[in-house]
């Protein structure tokens, strides 16, 4: 309802300076008067008081004014932390009660602020969690200090942000409410040094700590369950309350998923924090490569240039220059080759090797047939091999015809194409990693220059990823029980290396090559990838089918949703979807699976989910609040308090009642006229001298 009240201003009509002088005149003049017994002493006081009323011009201003509401804010946390137990619950019961009593409450304005965590990055442990005190700044921006009435906080006190000095300079009453009680216990897993890189094959170490909190200093056995990419390793025990340290082993190079888990404890809030993960990047020390040319030759100088261009990679290269039936009569003193150390490489230190290669090679009698098995045997368990052949491949010396037979995909015929073609991607290699997305490929024919020879073969197994003409094999892959086989079946590749006829993706080609055979995790044919970016989900399935299959995706809370995926591109599927919790989501199509972590690896809103008072205290206590432990739906009162008083009591919290306004209009009244002042003033001298005279 509006409202009128007066207020009395003054607007000189001289300087300010002027009036003071005129004021300590008048003071001086009066004082002397008395002191001499004056007769007209009080008239001329009364004049010269009418003079100064009138030089300070007084009027009074009527204002009209409408009131001002206040504002209160209920900041509800909606975390996932604020969702264990029965908190959920509570916290919705608390503030509909809230919302009730505030709304009752006349000149008082609410806002609800519902608080959500932040999902953060995932290269950050720090991001993310719950801003509370953000969220109540953006909440309060717009509403002046003075309309502020309080700030009710409904809360677990988990909370990751520090208090603005606004909130606390604005002299509103901070009140938290937490949902639940202060002798809650929990077990919770720590890590406390991971690193991110390890070297594939060599013990990596992890420091973490297990620790029973709320459960007083008792000490206990838990048992730690480790799996890498979700393969489970031996359970290993350790002592709680202390830091322990495990070592493992990581088996592929790139990205590896490591997730820890404590068994559960005496007394659990939540399991979530039982859990870590840790994602570490495993790299090879050095990638150990033997190439053996069969003879010198044009295409020869291009594997070696590949190879040691990476400096990742150790080459060991021989070139039979000289070989065994060579009879010239030159003096073995006069050579001054170097002797091929059969027996070191392919039985002694074969196994050391991550790939070996064969360019050009035939039997000529410098590997015995044993070693050649050697190399049968080391694909077998797991070794790779590339055969990059010429025309002797389809000759009678061919290595062919030799115990490699066992693990090559193709066979020769015999025959040999010398005619000009273009190298073409086939359909299954539109969707291989090694040739999908080739530069040139997607033209016909394809925009790189032409080769001349191709090795005719009949294929037995594996996938001809390029072909030549007439569709004959030109590059095979094939796996060899734990192993690895590529034949490329030309001697040609070096035409794209001189840029003959625009040159063509020899380099890209030859590199994805080697490093699938090495197994290279981005060069997988088939594989699983998810990756989660704010509050998405995008999931890729790589598959050499036509068609992939729906993933079942399981989130961090357990539930789980078919995700269909869309083809993207030749053996490209992908899917995304909206998500909103944080933690490990699981994805599995029932061929391939796939962990990804959402937010932060082992976020803050899972640290310690104990009901606690510490980040809140401080604000509360500056600004008179009062903090309540809500283990039942017991709400508080509500009363509007003046500022400055008490605002909390053992069953109710203030709210400040401020009784501001905002004036509509204001209307001017002046008291006292000039001219009348100046009047009596004449008539005050006029009386005095009339006194003085007598």
């Avoid at 024919?445 to 003409?469: H, V, Y």
């Avoid at 909103?580 to 061929?591: F, K, V």
Wanted: aromatic letters at 6%.
């Amino acid at each position: 309802m509006p409202t009128s009240g007066w207020q009395l201003t003054f607007s000189p009509l001289v300087a300010d300076w002027l009036l003071v002088v005129g004021i300590l005149l008048v003071i001086s003049l009066t004082a002397l008067s008395v002191w001499r017994r004056g007769a007209g002493t009080w008239w001329r006081l009364a004049a010269c008081a009418a003079v100064l009323v009138a030089l300070l011009n007084p009027s009074a201003l009527r204002e009209e004014r409408d009131p001002v509401t206040d504002v209160a804010v209920i900041a509800i946390d909606r975390s996932q932390s604020n969702t264990l137990n029965n908190r959920a619950e509570l916290t919705d019961t608390v503030a509909a009660a809230l919302r009730e009593k505030i709304t009752a409450e006349n000149g008082l304005d609410l806002r609800i602020v519902d608080i959500t965590d932040t999902l953060g990055s995932t290269s950050s442990d720090t991001a993310g969690g719950t801003q509370l005190f953000s969220a109540i700044e953006d909440a309060i921006a717009d509403v002046p200090p003075e309309r502020l009435a309080g700030i009710i906080a409904i809360t677990d006190g988990q909370i990751h942000d520090s208090a603005p000095r606004a909130i606390a300079d604005s002299g509103a009453p901070f009140h938290a409410l937490l949902t639940g009680s202060n002798d809650e216990a929990d077990r919770i897993l720590t890590i406390e040094e991971a690193p991110r890189f390890a070297i594939v094959g060599e013990e990596m170490t992890l420091k973490l700590r297990v620790d029973d909190v709320g459960a007083g200093d008792s000490v206990a056995i838990a048992g730690i369950t480790v799996s890498i990419d979700g393969e489970a390793l031996p359970t290993l025990s350790v002592t709680t309350g202390s830091t322990q340290s495990i070592t493992l082993e990581l088996e592929h190079g790139g990205e590896n998923v490591i997730e820890i888990e404590a068994a559960p404890g005496p007394a659990e809030l939540t399991l979530e924090n039982n859990r870590a993960v840790v994602v570490a990047n495993g790299i090879r020390d050095r990638l150990r490569v033997l190439l053996v040319s069969g003879e010198p030759h044009a295409g020869e100088r291009t594997w070696r240039n590949l190879l040691k261009a990476d400096p990742a990679v150790d080459l060991v290269h021989f070139t039979i220059l000289r070989p065994p039936e060579k009879q010239d009569g030159t003096p073995i003193n006069e050579l001054s080759l170097i002797a091929f150390p059969t027996r070191e490489l392919f039985s002694v230190k074969l196994k050391e090797f991550d790939l070996v290669i064969f360019d050009r090679y035939r039997r000529r009698g410098v590997l015995p047939i044993a070693y050649l098995q050697n190399v049968a045997n080391y694909v077998d368990d797991g070794g790779a091999l590339l055969m990059a052949v010429g025309p002797d491949f389809a000759s009678p010396f061919s290595i062919f015809r030799t115990p490699l037979a066992g693990v090559l995909p193709a066979a020769p015929t015999g025959d040999v194409f010398a005619q000009g073609y273009y190298p073409t991607v086939t359909p299954l290699g539109q969707r291989h990693p090694v040739t999908s997305g080739l530069p040139g490929a997607d033209q016909s024919p394809p925009n790189w220059g032409r080769w001349f020879r191709l090795i005719d073969t009949e294929q037995a197994s594996g996938d001809a990823l390029m072909e030549g003409p007439g569709n004959r094999p030109l590059m095979v892959l094939d796996r060899v029980g734990e192993g690895r086989v590529a034949q490329l079946l030309s001697d040609h590749a070096w035409l794209w290396t001189r840029g003959f006829e625009g040159g063509g993706p020899q380099a890209e080609m030859l590199r994805r090559l080697a490093h699938w055979l090495m197994k290279e995790p981005d060069l997988e044919e088939e594989k699983l990838r998810a990756t989660a970016t704010g509050g998405t989900l995008t999931v890729t399935r790589q598959t050499m089918a036509e068609e992939a299959p729906p993933v079942t995706v399981t989130a961090p809370d357990g539930t789980t949703q078919q995700l269909e995926l869309a083809a993207d591109g030749p053996g490209r599927f992908t899917a995304r979807m909206d998500i909103n919790q944080m933690g490990l989501y699981r994805l599995d199509d029932g061929e391939k699976k796939t962990i990804t972590a959402a937010g932060p690896l082992n976020p803050k809103e899972f640290a310690d989910v104990r009901v606690t008072d510490a980040h809140v205290a401080t604000l509360a206590d500056e600004t008179g609040g009062g903090i309540r432990y809500m283990s039942a739906a017991d709400t508080p009162d509500i009363r509007r308090i003046r500022p400055g008083r008490d605002a909390s009591g053992a069953s109710w919290i203030g709210l400040n009642a401020k009784s501001e306004y905002a004036v509509r209009a204001v209307s001017e009244h002046t008291l006292i006229r000039p001219e009348l002042a100046l009047l009596f003033a004449l008539g005050a001298f006029m009386l005095a001298w009339r006194r003085e005279g007598r």
